[in-house]
């Protein structure tokens, strides 16, 4: 089984939409989640931090639910500079500080 | 403050050749964490060092090896190329949690 499974999509939306991504994460010592971005033939940025009580940047929500080892990112009011692949990830610091992402998810936003 | 560099940005070999590649860690960061991330996938862990010591490894064969210099740059060596070696490979410097992911270096295998 995979450390993060994501649904790879594509998802394709339309400007302005409201899109979510979900994640799951297997190892429930994991303690650290993040949500990156990466634009084609580029590295990976750090879009936001995730914590169990939730946080929202922006445009930008994220939801950590430990009991089910979930993780959403939810982006409100898409804009055409949304357009990227998104990737869930997941760290553990007991097993050395290595990140664990998802496939990663790609968002197209449509204009 | 100067980010983390990889080098070179891009690279042809041949199958069975030897590649190394380079990774300038961004000023205060002591970790350095490579990634091998093949197209449509994730950036899988290959290894990681801290101090110039090999501080976690990933699931990738022997002939993938490292080295880490006292100034924390890096170099990721791979000998005996595979098609399958053709890759993105990102190497991330970090202190702590703070990580920051070089561009990359886009190997071909052919």
């Known amino acids: 089984r995979k450390e993060v499974e994501q649904d790879p999509g594509p998802f394709n939306v339309p400007e302005g939409a409201t899109v979510a991504f979900n994640c799951t994460y297997s190892n429930s010592a994991s303690q650290s989640f993040f949500w990156y971005r990466q634009d084609c033939r580029k590295e990976p940025k750090l879009l936001m931090s995730?914590?169990?009580s939730g946080n929202e940047d922006g445009r930008f929500t994220a939801q950590l639910n430990r009991a089910s080892q979930y993780i959403s990112l939810l982006i409100r009011d898409s804009k055409l500079s949304d357009s990227a692949t998104y990737l869930c990830?997941?760290?553990?610091?007991?097993?050395?500080?290595?990140?664990?992402f998802g496939t990663g998810t790609s968002l197209t936003v449509i204009p | 403050e100067t980010g983390v560099t990889q080098s070179p940005t891009h690279l042809i070999k041949t199958r069975g050749q030897q590649v190394t590649l380079r990774c300038s860690s961004q000023s205060g960061h002591n970790t350095v964490s490579w990634y091998q991330q093949a197209l449509g996938q994730g950036p899988q862990f290959i290894f990681q060092y801290y101090r110039e010591e090999e501080n976690g490894r990933g699931n990738f064969p022997p002939r993938f090896s490292g080295l880490q210099f006292p100034n924390y740059s890096s170099e990721l060596n791979v000998n005996a190329l595979e098609l399958d070696d053709s890759a993105l490979y990102l190497c991330a410097s970090s202190l702590g949690q703070n990580y920051t992911f070089g561009s990359g270096t886009r190997l071909t295998v052919v």
């Open positions: 995730v914590y169990s």
């Open positions: 990830v997941v760290n553990n610091w007991n097993t050395g500080n290595q990140f664990y």
